[in-house]
């Protein structure tokens, strides 16, 4: 059997898409999407998505971890499945799609810049040195002095693992304020490994780096390992709304994958 794939990117973080609106492909086994995700074995990527039909909206998006595994929200999966949807012709410059955290909205401009709307957060934990939220996935989010000297890794684990984390994972992301933008470095639960941008994460850390400066409203140029993006975002009670993760979808190839 051979499955035609399509493979994109969203500032360096990388995903193998499938147009699935015939549900030829099996989502259920978690060791085709491992295997497919696979960079020595497979194609490569950090996840791997299905567009699938929705009853109301333009298209259904189901996001997998490179561990097989079907996942929470992906931001910059967001973003690529958009961009993989004008390109099968299933929208022009705007969209409304089905995600596993909600309803998502998303336009796309004329430098194919892709601006996805993301879930309002309505609560957010402060620690002594940490935040915890939900951005459709779960981050931990720490400030630094100095970002490049922090193990991204490393330092990744130890709250990924820790007794609070262990069972269900968190992603952690290490962040500094860098005038009025922000430098952010993530560890990626069911990747488990440093990504070179995690859209989720990087709203979580822009949403953090509001509160930390005290600003109500406000857009943060972000910088990644793999590229720049922008979050916005409007303090609405405890919480914040109008959220919008806006960056690159970049298609890279397609090809066959045989089984």
Known sequence: MKIHFYKYQGAGNDFVLIDNRNHQFDGSNNKLVNQMCDR???IGAD??????????????????????REASMCGNGGRCIVAF??????????TAFMAVD?????????????????????????GDDYYFLNTGS??????????????????????????RFRAEGTNVNFVEIVG??????TYERGVEDETLACGTGITASAICAGIKTNQTK???PVLAK??????????????????????PATYVFEGEFTI
């Open 138 to 163: 779960p981050h931990y989010v720490r400030f630094v002095d100095d970002i490049n000297t922090i193990n991204v890794v490393e330092e990744g684990k130890k709250v990924r693992y820790n007794d």
């Open 85 to 94: 949807a004008k390109r099968l012709g299933l929208i022009n410059h705007s």
């Open 102 to 126: 909600g309803e998502h909205e998303a336009s796309i401009d004329e430098k194919e810049l892709v601006n996805l709307r993301m879930i309002d957060v309505k609560q957010i934990e402060i």
């Open 180 to 185: 009025n933008s922000i430098k952010v470095f």
């Open 47 to 68: 996840g791997l998505m299905l567009l699938e039909n929705h009853d109301t909206l333009d298209f259904t998006m189901r996001y997998f971890n490179s561990d097989g």
């Open 218 to 220: 406000a857009s943060f």
């Open 40 to 42: 020595r074995f497979g």
């Open 226 to 247: 793999g590229g720049n993006l922008e979050v916005s975002f409007e303090k609405a009670g405890e919480g914040f709304t109008n959220i919008y993760l806006k960056g």
